[in-house]
């Protein structure tokens, strides 16, 4: 039962359960570590007793450490318990999700196993929640793996009580805490065990050594040797002179560096991902100067025989001219050659992403839904959630925002406006595009496809050739990219045939987008001391959830044609 006070100590509770944690890592050495652990339990959770049962080499746990009564500490530090005593103790009793509750009443049956035990003196509970001189509560810690580590056990809380919820959450997060401690102390002492075993091996591998040596200074490409694990994992401990040359560094300045704080921020989750034994990365590493370098990072393990893995060794080639010849080909493949826009595949794939195959005003049935939501959470036998994370949450720790907000009547996303959300249910989050009904503006806003056809640009082709043609259409392509707004597309279809794609627009913004973009059409072109002049004829199409990429610039076009047919030639070429 959680007592009436307890709401009013949490804070107070906090401070002493963040004060305590934080000395957890100031422990220099394991035992140190250990007996840190059941010292804050005993000042800032709120038990008398408390002792730490850790996991030895050969599986039984051992009382490491012991706080707030000298005399069972001297009774029972150091003593075994063997690993099948332990696990039956925490497969019985109750769960208090990652607590092992063993009440008085089914505790007798323990009295004669072989685990380290105290009793204490006490009078029998006067009601239901008092805590029992023979209760027993146990807080397993776990490490990152998985594996045990060992057991908390305390015992006397002061309130003389069972813990209420938050008493069980903040003893939880404690012993979470403290293998985060005990492990972390425990590599910093193989570190050290491994350095001590290094230096008293360097003699024996001063001729392995300068082999190495030679090979790794005189390398063509740049090499590195990183720490692997501990406090200071991936700092750079050494680097050969190419290294250095490629970043613009010395190697006494690279030595203050790991790879994480020389890679461009967009590519850290890269680097994150690359696995330390034979793992490869192509990302970007910063140059003194401030610019980036496009590197290929080949990573091995430099093993010690006797304990496996200590220093990361790698491989970093230089790939700047590769990357820059892909990215020069990827962009033609995507762009028009000659005015440096957007081309017909790449409009129609821009165009493509904000389309779904279902209009907005076609609601899904509940069978459509029930699919969604079964391919959402996940298949029988695959974890629920189909992200990374799983759970159905994201890593910032709340839920999807689709499941619970719906989208009434007026609300920020509703249907007619541009941006509502999908009306297939909770779980399809495709954010439809919607068309503003009808010419007339009534405020609606969507996604505006402006097909622009230039009037007279046959007649200077012929007139005065391809290299004019050339000219004039670069400097529309100017003037058009000029102006429309940031993020809106401007791209060359083919011909003198170009597409704006602006998206928020009412039916007013859009003509009036495309009278200012003819307008910047119209004035004279100088090419070689000749002025020539172009009109333009603009159709405006609105992109639609249930149409296609070319049924969206079928119906642009043929609104343009309608608008070209309806001015006179001589206005046509007048703009």
Same mark, same amino acid.
């Given at each position: 039962?959680?007592?009436?006070?307890? %709401?009013?100590?949490?804070?107070?509770?906090?401070?002493?359960? /963040?004060?305590?944690?934080?000395?957890?890592?100031?422990?220099?050495?394991?035992?140190?570590?250990?007996?840190?652990?059941?010292?804050?339990?005993?000042?800032?959770?709120?038990?008398?007793?408390?002792?730490?049962?850790?996991?030895?080499?050969?599986?039984?746990?051992?009382?490491? +450490?012991?706080?707030?009564? %000298?005399?069972?500490?001297?009774?029972?530090?150091?003593?075994?318990?063997?690993?099948?005593?332990?696990?039956?103790?925490?497969?019985?009793?109750?769960?208090?999700?990652?607590?092992?509750?063993?009440?008085?009443?089914?505790?007798?049956?323990?009295?004669?196993?072989?685990?380290?035990?105290?009793?204490?003196?006490?009078?029998?509970?006067?009601?239901?929640?008092?805590? /029992?001189?023979?209760?027993?509560?146990?807080?397993?810690?776990?490490?990152?793996?998985?594996?045990?580590?060992?057991?908390?056990?305390?015992?006397?809380?002061?309130?003389?009580?069972?813990?209420?919820?938050?008493?069980?959450?903040?003893?939880?997060?404690?012993?979470?805490?403290?293998? $985060?401690?005990?492990?972390?102390?425990?590599?910093?002492?193989?570190?050290? =065990?491994?350095?001590?075993?290094?230096?008293?091996?360097?003699?024996?591998?001063? +001729?392995?050594?300068?082999? *190495?040596?030679?090979?790794?200074?005189?390398?063509?490409?740049?090499?590195?040797?990183?720490?692997?694990?501990?406090?200071?994992? !991936?700092?750079?401990?050494?680097?050969?002179?190419?290294?250095?040359?490629?970043?613009?560094?010395?190697?006494?300045?690279?030595?203050?560096?790991? *790879?994480?704080?020389?890679?461009?921020?967009?590519?850290?989750?890269?680097?994150?991902?690359?696995?330390?034994?034979?793992?490869? +990365?192509?990302?970007?590493?910063?140059?003194?100067?401030?610019?980036?370098?496009?590197?290929?990072?080949?990573?091995?393990?430099?093993?010690?025989?006797?304990?496996?893995?200590?220093?990361?060794?790698?491989?970093?080639?230089?790939?700047?001219?590769?990357?820059?010849?892909?990215?020069?080909?990827?962009?033609?493949?995507? /762009?028009?050659?000659?005015?440096?826009?957007?081309?017909?595949?790449?409009?129609?794939?821009?165009?493509?992403?904000?389309?779904?195959?279902?209009?907005?005003?076609?609601?899904?049935?509940?069978?459509?839904?029930?699919?969604?939501?079964?391919?959402?959470?996940?298949?029988?036998?695959?974890?629920?959630?189909?992200?990374?994370?799983?759970?159905?949450? =994201?890593?910032?720790?709340?839920?999807?925002?689709?499941?619970?907000?719906?989208?009434?009547?007026?609300?920020?996303?509703?249907?007619?406006?541009?941006?509502? %959300?999908?009306?297939?249910?909770?779980?399809? /989050?495709?954010?439809?595009?919607?068309? %503003?009904?009808?010419?007339?503006?009534?405020?609606?806003?969507?996604?505006?496809?402006?097909?622009?056809?230039?009037?007279?640009?046959?007649?200077?082709?012929? =007139?005065?050739?391809?290299?004019?043609?050339?000219?004039?259409?670069?400097?529309?392509?100017?003037?058009?990219?000029? !102006?429309?707004?940031?993020?809106?597309?401007?791209?060359?279809?083919?011909?003198?045939?170009?597409?704006?794609?602006?998206?928020?627009?009412?039916?007013?913004?859009?003509?009036?987008?495309?009278?200012?973009?003819?307008?910047?059409?119209?004035?004279?072109?100088?090419?070689?001391?000749?002025?020539?002049?172009?009109?333009?004829?603009?159709? $405006?199409?609105?992109?639609?959830?249930?149409?296609?990429?070319?049924?969206?610039?079928?119906?642009?076009?043929? =609104?343009?044609?309608?608008?070209?047919?309806?001015?006179?030639?001589?206005?046509?070429?007048?703009?």
């Amino acid at each position: 039962m959680e007592t009436e006070s307890e %709401p009013y100590v949490r804070l107070a509770t906090l401070r002493q359960l /963040h004060q305590v944690v934080a000395e957890l890592n100031t422990a220099r050495s394991l035992a140190d570590t250990l007996q840190t652990v059941v010292d804050g339990i005993v000042v800032g959770l709120g038990y008398e007793l408390a002792c730490v049962n850790l996991v030895r080499p050969d599986g039984d746990l051992v009382v490491a +450490a012991f706080a707030g009564d %000298p005399a069972a500490e001297a009774l029972i530090t150091g003593r075994v318990g063997s690993r099948g005593s332990w696990e039956r103790r925490l497969s019985m009793g109750e769960s208090w999700d990652g607590l092992r509750f063993i009440p008085h009443t089914e505790g007798w049956v323990l009295l004669e196993d072989d685990v380290p035990q105290w009793h204490t003196d006490g009078p029998e509970p006067r009601f239901k929640d008092e805590w /029992h001189p023979e209760d027993r509560l146990y807080a397993p810690m776990y490490a990152s793996g998985g594996e045990l580590l060992g057991v908390i056990s305390v015992d006397r809380p002061r309130n003389g009580r069972r813990p209420g919820a938050w008493g069980r959450e903040a003893l939880q997060m404690y012993a979470f805490q403290a293998a $985060i401690a005990i492990s972390n102390a425990r590599l910093r002492a193989n570190m050290q =065990r491994a350095l001590v075993r290094l230096e008293r091996e360097q003699q024996a591998l001063r +001729a392995s050594e300068e082999s *190495f040596r030679q090979a790794f200074e005189y390398a063509p490409s740049g090499m590195a040797i990183a720490e692997m694990g501990g406090d200071q994992h !991936g700092r750079l401990l050494r680097t050969n002179d190419a290294l250095c040359r490629l970043l613009g560094r010395p190697a006494s300045v690279l030595r203050r560096y790991s *790879f994480s704080d020389l890679v461009h921020p967009e590519d850290i989750g890269t680097l994150l991902r690359t696995s330390a034994e034979g793992g490869r +990365a192509e990302l970007r590493l910063g140059r003194r100067d401030g610019t980036y370098v496009w590197v290929s990072l080949r990573n091995s393990v430099v093993a010690d025989a006797a304990d496996g893995p200590r220093f990361l060794l790698t491989h970093v080639e230089d790939i700047e001219e590769r990357k820059r010849h892909e990215l020069q080909l990827a962009h033609r493949a995507s /762009h028009d050659s000659l005015t440096g826009l957007p081309n017909s595949a790449e409009l129609r794939a821009r165009l493509g992403a904000r389309l779904c195959r279902r209009p907005q005003s076609v609601r899904a049935t509940a069978v459509e839904v029930l699919d969604a939501a079964f391919e959402e959470r996940g298949r029988p036998g695959e974890p629920a959630g189909s992200g990374e994370h799983g759970h159905g949450f =994201r890593p910032d720790g709340y839920a999807d925002p689709f499941e619970y907000a719906g989208a009434g009547a007026g609300a920020p996303g509703a249907p007619g406006g541009v941006g509502a %959300p999908a009306a297939g249910g909770p779980y399809d /989050h495709h954010v439809h595009t919607v068309a %503003p009904a009808g010419d007339l503006d009534d405020g609606s806003k969507g996604l505006a496809v402006l097909f622009c056809d230039l009037d007279g640009f046959k007649s200077i082709n012929d =007139r005065f050739g391809h290299h004019t043609g050339d000219a004039v259409l670069i400097e529309v392509a100017r003037r058009l990219t000029t !102006g429309v707004r940031d993020g809106d597309t401007v791209a060359r279809l083919g011909g003198d045939e170009f597409v704006v794609l602006a998206d928020g627009l009412g039916a007013a913004d859009a003509a009036d987008l495309a009278v200012r973009l003819r307008n910047a059409i119209i004035p004279p072109i100088r090419v070689d001391g000749r002025a020539v002049r172009v009109g333009a004829s603009f159709g $405006i199409g609105w992109a639609s959830c249930g149409m296609s990429a070319d049924e969206v610039l079928r119906s642009a076009d043929q =609104r343009m044609y309608i608008e070209k047919r309806s001015r006179s030639k001589a206005h046509r070429r007048a703009g």
